[in-house]
């Protein structure tokens, strides 16, 4: 592809992720895929080129552009040499007509910039949530016996962490293909060490998904124990026995929940559990570095439905908590409805118990809790609280 067919290609992608932006449809990343699956004639160089041209444009602007095109011309706004590939030739985006509608730039849509500062979040912290996420990866230490590390790591803060540049194709290495690495967050392994999870325990996993986190419970736990992954998402759920197959994770007891009925499913476990892990569904403004898209999805609606999913999640969780034992409440969002409000509702609701903000070598406090974010610590943002029954 030329580089202003290029150009037209992202400006296409662009219109379908305006599109499923205002339907509810796929992410962006996999109408990408999509896109480009019938293309044969696309190389993997053309690929990446429209990939990032369309992600810049995402980035930049704010709120929901009218067009794939409005939202190119923004960038083409800053970018001289992209300007100059509107030229109307074949398989090129036409040429800049003068007053042209534009889209406007900006961070993200207004109201989720005033609940953000509401929250605490400074425009320079919101902005770098946007930012590209590097690769970090977790040594996984069930496999890891004679593991050999891929070139151009990094130590991150978290116990078994690394880091690599964004564009490193960590898939095809052994390491990878064995099981001895994972791809995983900084800010997520964090959040399991927040667990502390050790050998021989009874850890509940209540909103396990896939398995992200769960495989580095069972690591910490040294394959000792009891490991149950819940969630009320069967295809997620499915995904995670696989993996943890791979990574010679033999712990894990997965449970398919019903929403609304988890306790039918983990009633034997109720008042028993060691530590619970909250792993919450949320708004998911903490991971706009992967999906910056998914800014332009969120409606306040959606976000009370989640705080509200939280509180009665962490209300089941505590249900399964023994005297003793601690709850670990997560959620990938820097806003207090999903962080700091949710933990003060739970103290309220809960007055027995106890907070104890996790001691984790980043993150600052936010209310009862640790709040990690790209700004300050480099990783995904995240809010983690935990609280001790006692
Ligand atoms: C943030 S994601 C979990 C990600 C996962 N822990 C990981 O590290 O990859 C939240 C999960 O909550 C699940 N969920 C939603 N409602 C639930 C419910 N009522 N009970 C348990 N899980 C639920 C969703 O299916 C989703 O997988």
Redesign the pocket.
């Known amino acids: 592809m030329t580089p202003a067919a290029r150009v037209q290609a992202a400006i296409d992608v662009l219109d379908l992720v305006i599109e499923a932006a205002r339907t509810n449809g796929a992410p962006a990343d996999r109408l990408i895929a999509d896109w480009f699956r019938p293309r044969r004639f696309a190389g993997s160089g053309d690929r990446r080129a429209v990939r990032e041209l369309a992600y810049r444009a995402i980035r930049g602007c704010g709120e929901v552009p009218a067009s794939g095109r409005a939202a190119m011309l923004r960038v083409a706004q800053d970018d001289a040499a992209l300007a100059a590939l509107f030229d109307g030739s074949r398989h090129a985006p036409e040429p800049i007509t003068p007053g042209e509608p534009v889209a406007a730039g900006g961070i993200a849509p207004k109201w989720l910039m005033e609940r953000l500062a509401a929250s605490g979040v400074s425009e320079a912290e919101a902005a770098a949530l946007l930012d590209r996420a590097p690769l970090d990866i977790r040594v996984n230490t069930l496999k890891a016996g004679s593991l050999t590390l891929p070139e151009g790591a990094e130590r991150t803060v978290a116990a078994n962490g690394w880091r690599y540049p964004p564009e490193t194709r960590i898939e095809q290495t052994p390491a990878y293909t064995t099981g001895a690495i994972e791809v995983q967050d900084t800010g ?1 392994q964090l959040t399991c060490e927040a667990v502390a999870a050790r050998p021989g325990e009874l850890v509940i ?10 495989l580095a419970l069972a690591a910490a736990m040294e394959n000792r124990g009891t490991l149950v992954a ?4 069967r295809a ?1 759920l499915s995904r995670l026995t696989p993996r943890a197959e791979r990574a010679g994770a033999t712990i894990v007891e997965t449970v398919l ?1 019903d ?2 009925r ?1 306790m039918q499913a983990l009633g034997r476990f109720a008042g028993k559990a060691d530590a619970v892990l909250v ?4 708004s998911g403004t903490g991971t706009w570095r992967r999906n910056p898209e998914a800014r332009w999805r969120l409606t306040e609606k959606q976000l009370a439905r989640y705080a509200g ?1 939280q509180a ?2 962490l209300d ?1 969780a505590a249900g399964l908590v023994r005297p003793g034992g601690r709850l670990i409440f997560v ?2 969002s820097l806003l207090d409805a999903e962080g700091a409000g949710q933990a003060e509702g739970f103290l309220q609701r809960h007055p027995g118990w106890q907070s104890r903000p996790p001691a984790l070598p980043a993150g600052q406090v936010r209310g009862q809790g640790l709040r990690l974010s790209p700004f300050h610590d480099g990783t995904d943002g995240f809010f983690v609280a935990r609280f001790d029954c006692v």
Do not use: F
């Open positions: 997520s996993d209540l909103c396990a998904g896939a398995g992200g986190k769960t819940s969630d009320a998402d997620r929940l929403p609304g988890e792993d919450a569904p949320c999913m009665r999640l089941v959620t990938c």
